[in-house]
């Protein structure tokens, strides 16, 4: 008998436990309405536009496999397994921003029709320099379910890779050449 409630014990705990741990893990759906409306006052709720979850499989790739120098490069960052609105950046190989889609006001949709959502084209020139540049597509948003129990400060949460490579010729290579061969026609 007593090796009956033992086992009925253990398995009451680990249920318990079970509980417990999907119960830090679930979401809301008074979620927006409590945490995020206070500075959201005029989107639509979403999942995608404040939840790390929804910045899942992210990718990003870009629409050529090389361009010339000042090229226009686009990049598509597709991904996302809940719906509603985001926000996502473009980075250059410095990390500075070079590209933004968010809604009217910067912060969301603005409970506007046609919202940012997954998949998100993002555009920026290529660098003049011929070579391979890394920059990076971002999902922003804010890291309240990453361990912060904060929903502040907001940014980009999850930064995907996007290889660019740039063949040229650069401007100046094709000013001076287009210079050269007319002196000698």
């Known amino acids: 008998m007593k090796v009956g409630k033992l086992i009925l014990f253990i398995c009451g705990f680990s ?3 079970t509980l417990q741990g999907s119960h830090r893990a679930s979401a809301y759906s008074t979620y927006f309405s409590s945490k995020c409306a206070g500075c959201h006052t005029n989107d639509n709720p979403t999942c995608n536009g404040c ?14 496999a090389t361009y010339g120098c000042g ?8 991904g996302g397994s809940k719906s509603g609105w985001i926000r996502a950046f473009l980075f250059d190989q410095n990390g500075l921003e070079i590209a933004r889609a968010t809604g009217p006001t910067g ?3 603005d409970g506007l029709p046609d919202p940012v959502v997954f998949p998100v084209i993002l555009s920026a020139p290529a660098p003049i320099g011929r070579g391979t540049y890394t920059w990076e597509a971002a999902w922003w948003g804010s890291p309240y379910d ?12 999850v930064r995907v890779p996007v290889v660019v490579s740039v063949t040229g010729p650069s401007p100046v290579e094709s000013t001076t ?3 050269v061969k007319s ?3």
């Open 15 to 17: 249920v318990l436990g």
């Open 51 to 64: 939840h790390h979850h929804g910045a899942v499989n992210l990718s990003a790739v870009t629409d050529k």
């Open 71 to 78: 090229e226009q490069v686009t990049v598509t960052l597709s």
């Open 107 to 109: 912060t969301g949709d």
């Open 146 to 157: 990453t361990g912060n129990l904060t929903v502040s400060p907001h940014g980009p949460e």
């Open 177 to 179: 050449w287009s210079r």
């Open 183 to 185: 002196l000698f026609r």
